[in-house]
């Protein structure tokens, strides 16, 4: 099957529409996109890849594109192959942000804006634990709106790596842990940071952070704190089996959760051009995880 190929300023046969169509942010919440250091742009821009034929229909965990490679010859990223991407200077904002119009992060953080203005919170107090951190793009919109102290956590050194590289500065720490078993160390340092907020933006789901990660970094945020989260509308159905569905689900009908904000937003494309829908969920810990 023949892809589409995206030229080196993200513009491509039948793509240039696409990236557009992006979530609004909330009414009233004016959030600047940061500006990116001139080398991850200059890298940004001077890749090309391709994507599979629009009408090639591939599930979220198997989506793919080809990337033309230093040598010449074009390499295949499985899209969850995030420590080959990560290795890939500009290519992770190259796929998901210029070709696919990701947005989730920006829209998230407007989110969290407008609602920390309801009640009155300036964001400069919050401490975030980051989950799923990646190369640091949560953290830039967050600095973005005055938040001054925000912890990484990936399961992969080769985020950390990238967010060192692309995003310096922006995390006052940034570990490397699997928090399904996180060492005693670990979980100390994590918790001398104070953390008041957690962040998980398109990282829940697809074996990337399973229900007992997710349970351990809320454990992790104080009494009352706010929980900001993305999830594939899929897992928080009745007929879900990834764990997702009840825990949370559970949490915000027991009230542990209380949510003050909830949209159902596009994520982003999929590589055929159709939407991705997540849910976006602003919330107050008040209680422990159902389950």
Same mark, same amino acid.
């Given at each position: 099957m023949a892809p589409t190929a995206v030229n080196?300023?993200?513009?491509?046969?039948?793509?240039?529409?696409?990236v557009l169509h992006r979530a609004p942010a909330p009414a009233g919440v004016a959030v600047p996109a940061p500006p990116l250091p001139a080398d991850l742009q200059a890298a940004r821009a001077a890749l090309r890849l391709a994507l599979?034929?629009?009408?090639?229909?591939? +599930?979220?965990? *198997?989506?793919?594109?080809?990337? &033309?490679?230093?040598?010449?010859?074009?390499?295949?990223?499985?899209?969850?192959?995030? *420590?080959?991407i990560f290795q890939v200077p500009g290519l992770y904002e190259k796929i998901f942000y210029d070709v696919l119009g990701c947005d989730s992060p920006r829209f998230m953080v407007g989110l969290?804006?407008?609602?920390?203005?309801?009640?009155? @919170?300036?964001?400069?107090?919050?401490?975030?634990?980051?989950? $799923?951190?990646?190369?640091?793009?949560?953290?830039?919109?967050?600095?973005?709106?005055?938040?001054?102290?925000? @912890?990484?956590? *990936?399961?992969?050194?080769?985020?950390?790596?990238?967010?060192?590289?692309?995003?310096p500065g922006l995390y006052a720490d940034y570990q490397v842990a699997d928090l399904t078993r996180l060492p005693v160390g670990q979980r100390e340092t994590l918790a001398g940071h104070r953390l008041?907020?957690?962040?998980?933006?398109? &990282?829940?789901?697809? $074996?990337?952070?399973?229900?007992?990660?997710?349970?351990?970094?809320?454990?992790?945020?104080?009494p009352d704190g706010w929980v900001v989260l993305t999830i594939k509308d899929a897992f928080l159905e009745e007929t879900d089996t990834s764990g997702f569905g009840g825990m949370i689900g559970?949490?915000?009908? +027991? $009230? &542990?959760?209380?949510?003050?904000?909830?949209?159902?937003f596009q994520h982003r494309l999929a590589t055929d051009a159709s939407p991705l829908l997540y849910e976006g969920i602003v919330a107050r810990k008040r209680g422990a995880l159902a389950g």
């Open positions: 080196g300023t993200g513009n491509g046969t039948g793509r240039e529409h696409e599979p034929e629009p009408n090639s229909k591939f +599930s979220q965990d *198997d989506e793919w594109c080809v990337v &033309a490679e230093p040598g010449g010859a074009w390499g295949e990223y499985r899209f969850h192959d995030y *420590d080959r969290l804006s407008e609602a920390l203005a309801q009640a009155g @919170v300036p964001a400069s107090t919050l401490r975030v634990l980051d989950l $799923g951190a990646g190369n640091g793009i949560m953290a830039e919109e967050l600095a973005a709106v005055g938040v001054e102290h925000a @912890v990484g956590v *990936d399961i992969l050194t080769e985020a950390r790596d990238a967010a060192l590289r692309d995003r008041n907020a957690l962040t998980v933006v398109a &990282a829940l789901g697809f $074996g990337d952070i399973p229900p007992a990660a997710f349970r351990t970094a809320y454990d992790l945020v104080e559970e949490s915000i009908r +027991s $009230g &542990a959760l209380e949510v003050v904000r909830r949209e159902r």
